[in-house]
């Protein structure tokens, strides 16, 4: 079955700052990687996503690169600002309804 | 904007009782799925629902789980027998027809089993 693998678990920047979060995925057949931001005891929320037919998404300050060749796929996150600071969980789907998820990066940003 | 609900926040429950938890999807969606979370770690999925019947569950769906719509708006999961090792966060999600793979969270129901 698929597995995602997640980099780096946790993550300290200062405001301001770029942030890269990285993931892979072992199931060439995934072909939907979601990204969700998780608050201290909130639910998940889903903040952007990639299909594989696309190489690069972006909205606004955040941006999804995906590299099928490689399976991995990277999260950025650019002019990071405290309320950024969260946890983040990438997650690999073959089009169907069972996401993978990744163990999560604990991302903190420095005022 | 819509939301997805769930009751109840938090359930305590003895090992060995059966636990019922309750989810409201968004409205017009018709997949549904539970996904659990133990505490500091990664959520890991249980079940999709989709025409009223299981479509996909994972190895931890095992016997003592099953899942419902008993009705036109509520979408449960039923332990039956739960351990001490079911405790964890329960997460409801539902997603829609047209970009069914974009998936909602509720808020989640924590369960603890003593």
């Known amino acids: 079955g698929e597995n995602v693998e997640q980099h780096p678990s946790t993550l300290s920047v200062q405001e301001g700052d770029s942030a890269v979060i990285k993931c892979t995925y072992s199931?060439?057949?995934?072909?939907?990687f979601p990204w969700y931001k998780q608050e201290l005891g909130k639910r998940p929320q889903l903040i952007i996503d990639?299909?594989?037919?696309?190489g690069e998404k972006k909205d606004q300050r955040i941006a999804v690169t995906l590299n099928k060749t490689a399976k991995h796929f990277s999260l950025h996150i650019t002019e990071t600002q405290p309320e950024d600071s969260a946890v983040y969980f990438c997650a690999a789907s073959e089009g169907g309804q069972n996401f993978v998820f990744g163990p999560g990066t604990r991302l903190s940003v420095l005022p | 904007e819509p939301e997805v609900t769930q009751t109840p926040s938090h359930q305590v429950t003895q090992m060995g009782q059966e636990v019922i938890l309750r989810c409201v999807p968004i409205s017009n969606h018709l997949y549904f799925y539970w996904y659990r979370q133990i505490l500091g770690q990664k959520v890991e999925f249980l079940v999709s629902f989709y025409n009223n019947e299981i479509s996909e569950k994972s190895e931890i769906f095992d016997d003592q789980f099953s899942v419902e719509r008993p009705d036109g708006s509520n979408f449960t999961l039923k332990i039956r027998s739960t351990k001490l090792e079911d405790s964890a966060m329960y997460f409801c999600?539902?997603?829609?027809?047209?970009?069914?793979?974009?998936?909602?969270f509720g808020p989640g129901t924590r369960l603890t089993v003593l």
């Open positions: 199931d060439s057949a995934s072909n939907y």
């Open positions: 990639i299909r594989s037919n696309v």
């Open positions: 999600a539902s997603s829609g027809l047209a970009s069914y793979n974009e998936q909602f």
